[in-house]
């Protein structure tokens, strides 16, 4: 049995690929929380835990790290539903001075950061469906 190079580099470069992810994430956590900036330093969980995920991808372990930013999301929507619910009646007897630096990510790097994750997590939605219903359509196959 012979082993190709393509074999050995290509685990080899996405490992890498992702452990940058989990390095610049770490290192958004590091400076989010020494300057007090709640985006960065959720941001930086956010890809971190992605590219934690991405490497445990075989172990169990992995599915704590994409329960993380799911719950980050469900919490943030959560929170400005509950912000709308009871701010907005009150919003016309004062004036909305609101902090927009958590809601309108503004630099163009944080934007491409955020449309490769997007399409990252989409190619693997996309691999986890087609292999589901290879799956299935075999226990199919198996039951006639």
Not at 95 to 113: E, M, P, Q, T, Y
Request: charged letters at 15%; aromatic letters at 16%; a positive charge.
């Amino acid at each position: 049995m012979k082993i190709r190079p393509k074999e050995i580099l290509e685990p080899l470069f996405i490992f890498l690929i992702f452990l940058g992810f989990v390095v610049g994430g770490i290192s958004l956590i590091i400076y989010g929380y020494s300057h007090d900036n709640d985006v960065e330093l959720t941001f930086g969980l956010v890809v971190a835990c992605l590219g934690l995920f991405q490497i445990f991808q075989r172990y169990k372990v992995s599915y704590v790290f994409a329960i993380i930013p799911i719950l980050l999301v469900v919490v943030g929507l959560s929170g400005t539903f509950i912000f709308i619910l009871f701010y907005i009646p009150f919003f016309y007897k004062e004036s909305l001075n609101l902090d927009l630096g958590a809601l309108i990510l503004k630099d163009w790097f944080v934007r491409l950061v955020i449309i490769i994750i997007d399409v990252l997590l989409l190619v693997n939605v996309f691999t986890y469906t087609k292999k589901c219903l290879s799956i299935n359509k075999e226990q199919k196959k198996g039951q006639y």
